[in-house]
T-cell receptor
Framework: DTGVSQNPRHKITKRGQNVTFRCDPI?????LYWYRQTLGQGPEFLTY????????KSRLLSDRFSAERPKGSFSTLEIQRTEQGDSAMYLC?????????????FGNGTRLTVT | KNQVEQSPQSLIILEGKNCTLQ??????????LRWYKQDTGRGPVSLTI???SENTKSNGRYTATLDADTKQSSLHITASQLSDSASYIC???????????WGAGTKLIIKP
């Protein structure tokens, strides 16, 4: 399978713990995006990378959130000191170019539950 | 404020029937409009992308239309199948791939 891969698929953690998610994009895609989605809503943009450079961060991305893409391939999203409001589906997507007409290819997400 | 509104919020139809989902937007500047299908518990999958100059685009049994003057789009599904049960999300791009304005989606249920 050469699609976008996200791990883990599910994560349950206690409030205050740190969690880290991983995303492996389609190999030839140089752009990688992180989104957050809550039930019944469309995805909300968090941040995106072109190669290893993080080019944009949403105001939603508080200082407890950090994302990296160290070698321009896979990416990690870390949430420190998790809160119950962080419970959501975290989606990763990749695209091949910066053209606004390029489709985003999404992974199946990591569902985070903070208890 | 840039917004994308979809209707209906949910829809139930019988297998084999056709249906049309609506999307109205107030996004400016406008680059393109996309329709995504999202199965429960999975990531969205791109169905169509239309630019300002395109007013219809098909992908199998899915046909999207765009009226850039009235800022409206529709997604028509022909001869529905049980596997069409999903949320359908309308997304409008301002001018880059990350500046996407997402609708809340229409939840479609196909009954046998």
């Amino acid at each position: 399978d050469t699609g976008v891969s996200q791990n883990p698929r599910h994560k349950i953690t206690k409030r205050g713990q740190n969690v880290t998610f991983r995303c492996d994009p389609i190999s030839e895609h140089n752009r990688l995006y992180w989104y957050r989605q809550t039930l019944g809503q469309g995805p909300e943009f968090l941040t995106y990378f072109q190669n290893e450079a993080q080019l944009e961060k949403s105001r939603l991305l508080s200082d407890r959130f950090s994302a990296e893409r160290p070698k321009g391939s896979f990416s990690t999203l870390e949430i420190q000191r998790t809160e119950q409001g962080d419970s959501a589906m975290y989606l990763c997507a990749s695209s091949s170019t910066g053209s606004s007409n390029s489709p985003l290819h999404f992974g199946n997400g990591t569902r985070l539950t903070v208890t | 404020k840039n917004q994308v509104e979809q209707s209906p919020q949910s829809l139930i139809i019988l297998e084999g029937k056709n249906c049309t989902l609506q999307c109205n937007y107030t996004v400016s500047p406008f680059s393109n409009l996309r329709w995504y299908k999202q199965d429960t518990g999975r990531g969205p999958v791109s169905l169509t992308i239309m630019t300002f100059s395109e007013n219809t685009k098909s992908n199998g049994r899915y046909t999207a239309t765009l009226d850039a003057d009235t800022k409206q789009s529709s997604l028509h599904i022909t001869a529905s199948q049980l596997s069409d049960s999903a949320s359908y999300i309308c997304v409008v791009s301002e001018d880059s791939n990350y500046q996407l304005i997402w609708g809340a989606g229409t939840k479609l249920i196909i009954k046998p």
